[in-house]
């Protein structure tokens, strides 16, 4: 086995955690026979990697153990006490050996996703332990000895299968963080005001139906998630929690807030999306810190005039919500960085929104838009722009202006023409035109030459014999297929291949229409990178052909040159940022040029490289 040696620095009192997914070994680990069991080999990573950062180097075996059963974990423990970060998550351990808590020295114990529906009493002598993470395994009652590893200060019980907590818990006074989430916790315990130095505590999901009264003894409470919960009502002692930075009320039935939520004065951020809100308080005149706020899914009807008060409010959201327009109000919130109005009733373009200098991100998808001004261009900070399923039929010519504007979304509208301007956005890198005219509306594929025409007229029974067979015949070849189709080389049709069905490999309804997608898909994306002028990427000449099994296609066939050649080109780097971006802008996946997996370097093309692209039944 090649250990490499640790940091000169790295001591038995300077372990620390490092992940399994950077591997410090190499050797035999990676031909041992648990190598190809996932599991397996996320446990014995995690626990290798501790080794390695141990004092035992003169035993190198420890670093790459056979970790098969909770036995030889038992084992390995026995010999390593000195570990302080264990993280067996993930793995196959269904219970846990008792020697676990000779591991004196532990401070990180991470348990999250095992089968252990219980845990050995003797981790009670695991005082050191300073974070605890329980989170998703079959344990259904937090054990009493919790109270005795009084150095907790995170510790994790969400997706437990718990429906109380045990009264020592409130022993556990240097903890900072809690989290109970998706438990089926009722209320919490009155010793629960004794965890004052608790700064975030996680509720969501559980059956919590009255706001926790012991809560407002928790003043240094920063971070606060009751979201999906039963709460109908919020407690007017909420205006005590004056340290809160983070409230999360997502999802609950209440209807109106606590005039007293003006006194939290020091709030950055507060969701209160999929409640039955329907106005603010002008108390919340008083949130002047408040940095992002969701009000998405509420039951609000006409823009809240309190928030132009919010003079640092950097992201507003209010789509899913029964406003029809905006306010002047609105061009006030300079400092709005973030806008989110889709699916709200807004029919005319809110001129205010041009008087917001440094907005970034603007999403006004499933409205009732028609047009939008030519004033857009002072948007020079827009970085993405989403317009979907708007009634929008072209675009401003003032969208040149946006020179940041890296994603732009038209799709499901009726946009038929993209303004030239578009092209000269060289920050632009994602653009969705699915389902518009512009898309929809595709030239007709390349014709047969003379000589394709006489060989496919020659070759029609045979070629019919295939469609109903999948199998080649005469001097046809088989060349591959993938998911829907398969392709057919023969010697007398050079540079071309033949492009059939497959219907037991079919993933769509219509098996026939995989082919006649396909062929619509090349047609659409020539398109594009004519429009957006991809001058390295080189699109196959396609044609399809109708005959009584049904279409195919008759398709150009690309010659690449080997991958390690194509990395080797001086411009090739260039050449890969364009394939990214012709990626990007067309919305095609499912290729890799290092693989030469659907694209590679054209033959021929080595003094100024070309990129053939010949698959897109993929997109994003």
Not at 141 to 154: K, S, Y
């Amino acid at each position: 086995m090649k250990e490499i040696a640790p940091p000169a620095h790295i001591s038995d009192k300077t372990i620390g955690e490092i992940s399994y997914k950077k591997p410090l070994i190499r050797g035999e680990c990676e031909s041992s026979s648990f190598s190809n069991r996932m599991m397996i080999a996320a446990m014995v990573g995690a626990i290798a990697l501790i080794a390695i950062h141990a004092s035992s180097y003169a035993s190198p075996n420890t670093a790459c153990l056979n970790l098969m059963s909770e036995k030889e974990l038992s084992a390995w423990l026995a010999n390593h006490q000195y570990v302080e970060h264990l993280d067996l998550s993930w793995t196959g351990i269904s219970w846990l050996p008792e020697n676990i808590g000779k591991l004196s020295n532990l401070k990180s114990l991470k348990l999250s996703r095992l089968s252990i529906s219980e845990l050995p009493s003797t981790m009670e002598k695991l005082t050191n332990l300073t974070h605890l993470d329980l989170s998703s395994t079959k344990i259904s009652e937090v054990p009493e000895f919790i109270g005795q590893l009084t150095n907790l200060r995170d510790l994790n019980l969400g997706g437990l299968l718990i429906s109380e907590l045990p009264s020592t818990m409130g022993k556990l006074t240097n903890l900072t963080s809690l989290n109970l989430s998706n438990t089926e916790i009722r209320e919490l315990p009155d010793v629960f005001g004794g965890l004052r130095k608790l700064v975030n505590l996680d509720l969501s999901g559980t059956e919590i139906s009255q706001f926790p009264e012991v809560l407002k003894k928790l003043t240094n409470l920063t971070h606060l998630d009751l979201s999906k919960t039963k709460i109908l009502e919020l407690p007017e002692f909420i205006g005590q929690l004056k340290n809160l930075r983070d409230l999360n009320l997502g999802g609950l039935l209440i209807s109106e807030l606590p005039s007293t939520m003006g006194k939290l004065a020091n709030l950055v951020s507060l969701n209160l999306s999929n409640t039955k809100i329907r106005e603010l308080p002008e108390v919340f005149g008083g949130l002047r810190k408040l940095m992002n706020l969701d009000l998405s899914g509420t039951e609000i009807s006409q823009f809240p005039e309190v928030l132009g008060k919010l003079i640092y409010l950097q992201s507003l959201n209010l789509s899913h919500t029964l406003i029809e327009d905006l306010p002047e109000v609105v061009g006030e919130m300079k400092r709005l960085l973030i806008l989110n109005l889709s699916s709200t009733k807004i029919s005319k373009f809110p001129e205010a929104l041009v008087r917001l200098p440094f907005l970034q991100k603007l999403n006004l998808s499933n409205t009732l838009i028609e047009t939008l001004p030519e004033t857009i261009g002072k948007w020079v900070y827009l970085t993405d722009l989403d317009l979907s399923s708007t009634k929008l039929t072209k675009l401003p010519n003032a969208l040149v202006k946006l020179v940041k504007l890296q994603s732009l979304d038209v799709s499901k509208t009726q946009i038929s023409e993209l303004p030239d301007a578009l092209k000269e956005l060289k920050s632009l890198d994602a653009v969705n035109l699915w389902k518009t005219p512009f898309f929809e509306v595709y030239p007709s594929g390349d014709k047969l030459t003379l000589e394709q025409t006489n060989f496919i007229a020659k070759h029609h029974s045979e070629i019919e014999q295939i469609y109903q067979t999948k199998r080649p015949t005469g001097n046809w070849t088989w060349i591959g297929e993938g998911v829907s189709k398969a392709g057919y080389t023969h010697p007398d049709l050079s540079g071309y291949l033949v492009k059939i069905p497959i219907k037991e490999k079919a993933y769509r309804n219509d098996t026939d229409n995989d082919v006649l997608t396909h062929y619509i898909r090349i047609q659409q994306i020539k398109k594009m990178s004519k429009f957006f002028d991809f001058k390295h990427i080189v699109i196959p000449k396609t044609t399809l052909v109708k005959s009584p099994s049904g279409p195919y296609v008759v398709e150009e066939k690309f010659d690449f040159i080997p991958e390690t050649e194509a990395y080797q080109l001086e411009s090739i780097h260039k050449i890969i940022e364009e394939l990214y971006k012709f990626l990007k802008i067309t919305r095609v996946c499912d290729v890799s040029l290092m693989l030469v997996h659907n694209a590679g370097v054209l033959q021929g093309t080595q003094n100024d490289p070309k990129i053939g692209v010949f698959d897109f039944d993929c997109r994003y």
